[in-house]
């Protein structure tokens, strides 16, 4: 046995590489190649794997940033988890039809990549299998996937376009978050769920049409993509309804999504709205009003975050908390009053709103969470005396006028 490898399992798997050259090929014979084969060789360019191979095992070649290339014979079945993780170099990679599963991390911060065919009996698509694939333009899913993981494009910054084949029910956690050259995408009648930040940051995106299925939108879902100018939902959605291209619940009492890219300077959310969702005006940079009636009773995380125009906002009486980074990177705000209901406030609920000058807090605020006005340089605190808001101020250094 050569003292560059080591071989088990009768010669049928390849346990682990200990050379340095620049190009090597697997012995045949081999059946399997093992978990962290060849981790961190960054000397190879080139590697062939025989016919006969059925199993890529996890993290066999993370690291080998010099790989430029790479054939993965008929017979494999399965690409490992973080099997090719950070292979910088590589440019191109042949999967063979044989391949039905590809494994979490398999080609994350695979960074040169730049198209990649996955065969027709691909089931599955790991979590984070494509994430940082900074240079993948395009990729065509095959029809025999159903779930698109959490991450699993996240970071493919220059992704122009996509095909999500019918057959696909979830769109996952931040499925395609900061694809920011994604202009636009089909989404299929099969998919029954969007996941939370699943489209965020896509901020190339100018249109999405919501088919008939989709039964749920999660918090956030479009977040950041500021060129959307419009929600398009099907008119027989069981769930959501579009109305001047905002997204609601059908019976109309939840405010899903504003389009962040609208243009619109002002807006009036409508009357019977109680919910106001999760990162709904999240990034919606030319708004310098929103009035919010009466009857809304909850403002999710993120609701308002990152509306940079926005000068001033009436918080409804019935609102009993404000929650993490709700009017985060408010840059504009200069002023707001918090109802006499509210008992908390959460993290970085005013992180970044650098023109507040004032805010009224009452007594019955009771907790206010870790970095809720960090970056309000000019922020003086007006409460009652001896009240949390008090203390909160004293201890963070923030200034302090006492309500007469």
Known sequence: MSSEYRLGYFGKTFKKYYGNAYSFAIPEGVRKIGSKAFSGCSSLTSIVIPEGVAYIGEYAF????????????????????????????????????????????????????????????????????????????????????????????????????????????????????????????????????????AFEGCKSLASIVIPEGVTTINSGAFLGCSSLTSFQIAENNPNYRSTDGVVFSKDGKTLVGYPAGSGQVAYKIPKGVTTIGGGAFWGCSSLTSIVIPEGVTTIGDLAFGGCSSLTSIVI???????????????????????????TSIGFWAFLGCSSLTSIIIPKGVKKISRGAFDGCDRLTIRAPKRSHAEHYAKENRIRFEPLK
């Open 62 to 197: 993370d690291g080998c940033s010099s790989l430029t290339s790479i054939v993965i014979p008929e017979g494999v079945t399965t690409i490992g988890e973080g099997a090719f993780c950070r292979c910088s170099s590589l440019t191109s990679i042949v999967i063979s039809e044989s391949v039905t599963e590809i494994g979490a991390w398999a080609f994350a911060g695979c960074s040169s990549l730049t198209s990649i065919v996955i065969p027709k009996g691909v089931t599955t698509v790991g979590h984070h299998a494509f994430d940082g694939c900074k240079s993948l333009t395009s990729i065509v899913l095959p029809k025999g996937v159903t779930t698109i993981k959490w991450s699993a494009f996240y970071g493919c910054s220059s992704l122009t376009s996509i095909v999500i084949p019918e057959g696909v029910t979830t769109i996952g956690v931040w499925a395609f978050k900061r694809c920011e050259s994604l202009t636009s995408i089909v989404i299929p009648e099969s998919v029954a769920e969007i996941g939370a930040w």
């Open 316 to 342: 409804p009486e019935r609102i009993t908390k404000i929650g993490e980074r709700t009017f985060c990177g408010c840059k504009s705000l200069t002023s707001i009053v918090i109802p006499e209901r509210i």
